[in-house]
């Protein structure tokens, strides 16, 4: 069965220093990946999304992801980061009619 | 606004309370969601429905029930509810299998005292 684990509950950075969410997955499939964030008290908005191709997918707002398959990994990165995106941000695998989510990554960023 | 509505969005409950959480969706969407939200636990799948007609169980079922009323409609409906169904619901969906990506409600927040 799918599964994700977010390696890293909490991350406060500085703003405009770049930052990384780490996303580990299982699955004995192939997989399909996502990238989600939620602004408080808001339901959670499409970041990015792997389904083939290049391994590196950008998405909005500056972010982007990189899908490794020999270390089962879509870490989600960005250059310089803004005090507006912090925020809540979930990785999701799936492999056919439904989406397993992580824990979730809480991103502070600091002026 | 497009999109995924859930109604209401703050609830409080006694112990052994029902009630039924709504959501309709204007997309013209086969598939529909629910999860409940947890802190330091994510999101998780509680019913889902693949198509019109359908529904299936998500990971945490128990304590749960779904009706797709048609295309647009998937409720949720707590018979008994208990302080561990204390959460914070969404409704999403897709136009296809989890691949093509979801859309979300803004979500309903349940209290059970």
């Known amino acids: 069965a799918q599964s994700v684990t977010q390696l890293d509950s909490q991350v406060p950075v500085f703003e405009e220093a770049p930052v990384e969410l780490r996303c580990n997955y299982s699955s004995s499939v192939s997989v399909y990946l996502f990238w989600y964030v939620q602004y408080p008290n808001q339901g959670l908005q499409l970041l990015l999304k792997?389904?083939?191709?290049?391994?590196l997918v950008k998405g909005i707002n500056g972010f982007e992801a990189e899908f490794n398959k020999s270390q089962t990994s879509f870490h989600l990165r960005k250059p310089s980061v803004h005090i507006s995106d912090t925020a809540e941000y979930f990785c999701?695998?799936?492999?056919?009619?439904?989406?397993?989510f992580g824990a979730g990554t809480r991103l502070t960023v600091k002026p | 606004n497009a999109g995924v509505t859930q109604t209401p969005k703050f609830q409080v409950l006694k112990t052994g309370q029902s009630m039924t959480l709504q959501c309709a969706q204007d997309?013209?969407?086969?598939?529909m969601y629910w999860y409940r939200q947890d802190p330091g636990m994510g999101l998780r799948l509680i019913y889902y429905s693949a198509s019109e007609g359908t529904t299936d169980k998500g990971e945490v079922p128990n304590g749960y029930n779904v009706s797709r009323l048609n295309k647009r409609e998937f409720s949720l409906r707590l018979e008994s509810a208990a302080p561990s169904q204390t959460s914070v619901y969404f409704c999403?969906?897709?136009?296809?299998?989890?691949?093509?990506?979801?859309?979300f409600g803004s979500g309903t927040r349940l209290t059970v005292v």
């Open positions: 997309m013209n969407h086969n598939s």
């Open positions: 999403a969906s897709s136009s296809g299998p989890g691949f093509y990506g979801y859309t």
């Open positions: 792997y389904l083939s191709g290049s391994t």
């Open positions: 999701a695998v799936s492999e056919s009619n439904d989406m397993r």
